[in-house]
């Protein structure tokens, strides 16, 4: 069993796979994301953060999941365009993945530790190191994790992230 993200990776929508070891010395948020939920507006504030302290290493990554409800029934391009179109986001969306069950993604697997996802926008911040440190309900909007994210940040060894 892996104690950090380090050793999963993930494909983004474009198809572009990205290892998390690549993270190393990065503060980042994983959060699972649907386009027709009550919490889509989180978006703009996962963005806001994101524009805020990207120089000063924080990545996040949103990994759109129709596990609720079908609420994210789009495909890969309408997802992204939705995105970019409705939030103006910029931090990388990922392909679609399941968060619960056996065919869960291993990255939720791991953030999960097997207590299940309850819904969209569950965030989980993990530190510089790799290691998970928070998981936020769906229901704390992104300016309810900024303290933590910031108090991360602010630790000693900050670096760029190389993505």
Not at 34 to 46: N, R, V
Not at 65 to 76: L, W, Y
Not at 124 to 136: C, H, N, P, Q
Not at 145 to 153: A, H, N, P
Request: proline fraction near 4%.
């Amino acid at each position: 069993m892996s104690n950090t993200v380090y050793d999963f990776s993930a494909t983004t929508a474009q198809g572009k796979t990205i290892h998390f070891s690549e993270l190393k010395g990065s503060v980042v948020i994983f959060v699972n994301v649907a386009s027709k939920c009550g919490l889509t507006p989180q978006y703009e504030g996962l963005e806001e953060l994101y524009q805020k302290h990207k120089e000063q290493g924080l990545m996040i990554f949103g990994f759109p999941c129709n596990q609720f409800k079908d609420q994210e029934p789009g495909s890969e391009e309408e997802i992204q365009s939705f995105c970019q179109l409705n939030y103006g986001v910029t931090f990388p969306i990922m392909k679609k993945i399941n968060v619960n069950g056996d065919e869960a993604h291993p990255l939720y697997k791991f953030l999960s530790s097997g207590k299940a996802i309850r819904w969209n926008f569950e965030k989980f911040i993990i530190d510089k190191d790799g290691k998970l440190v928070a998981r936020f309900d769906p229901k704390i909007k992104p300016e309810g994790i900024k303290s933590t994210v910031e108090f991360l940040l602010s630790e000693s060894g900050i670096q760029k992230s190389k993505l």
